[in-house]
C-alpha cells in the first residue's frame, strides 16, 4: 500500500512564504511524476505544479514565477516552496504522485495540507 503525506502549511500573512513536503511509503519502485494540487472551497482540483523523474518542470498560468517544485525520485519526496503569497492561494494543497506505464497508470493522492493565506 503506498501512502503519501504531505506536511507544512498552515496561515500565512499575504507575501510571506511557506514550503509544502510530501513523502511517499510503502511498496513502490519508483513515480514517473509526483505534484501539487490545490482545492479551493467551492471550486474543482487544479494542477499547480509537476515534476518527472526526468526533472521535467510544468506550473500553473497561476503561479507566475511565485512557486518552485523540487523533488527527489529516488527518495520519493517532493517540494513545493510558495512565496508571495496571495490570498487566492487559500487551499488544501493535495501531494500527487504516478506510476506505471501505458494503459496502466495508478494514481496517488495524499489527504491534503491547507494553506491559508490572510490579507
Known amino acids: 500500500q503506498v501512502q503519501l503525506v504531505e506536511s507544512g502549511g498552515g496561515l500565512v500573512q499575504a507575501g510571506g512564504s511557506t514550503k509544502l513536503s510530501c513523502a511517499a511509503s510503502g511498496t513502490i519502485l519508483s513515480f514517473y511524476v509526483m505534484g501539487w494540487y490545490r482545492q479551493a472551497p467551492g471550486k474543482e482540483r487544479e494542477l499547480v505544479a509537476t515534476?518527472?523523474?526526468?526533472?521535467?518542470?510544468k506550473y500553473a498560468s497561476f503561479v507566475q514565477g511565485r512557486f518552485t517544485i523540487s523533488g527527489d525520485s529516488a527518495e520519493k519526496t517532493v517540494f513545493l516552496q510558495m512565496n508571495t503569497l496571495k490570498p487566492e492561494d487559500t487551499a488544501v494543497y493535495y501531494c500527487?504522485?504516478?506510476?506505471?506505464?501505458?494503459?496502466?497508470?495508478?494514481?496517488?493522492w495524499g489527504r491534503g495540507t491547507q494553506v491559508t493565506v490572510s490579507s
Open positions: 500527487n504522485a504516478k506510476s506505471g506505464a501505458g494503459i496502466t497508470i495508478y494514481d496517488y
Open positions: 515534476i518527472t523523474d526526468d526533472g521535467e518542470i
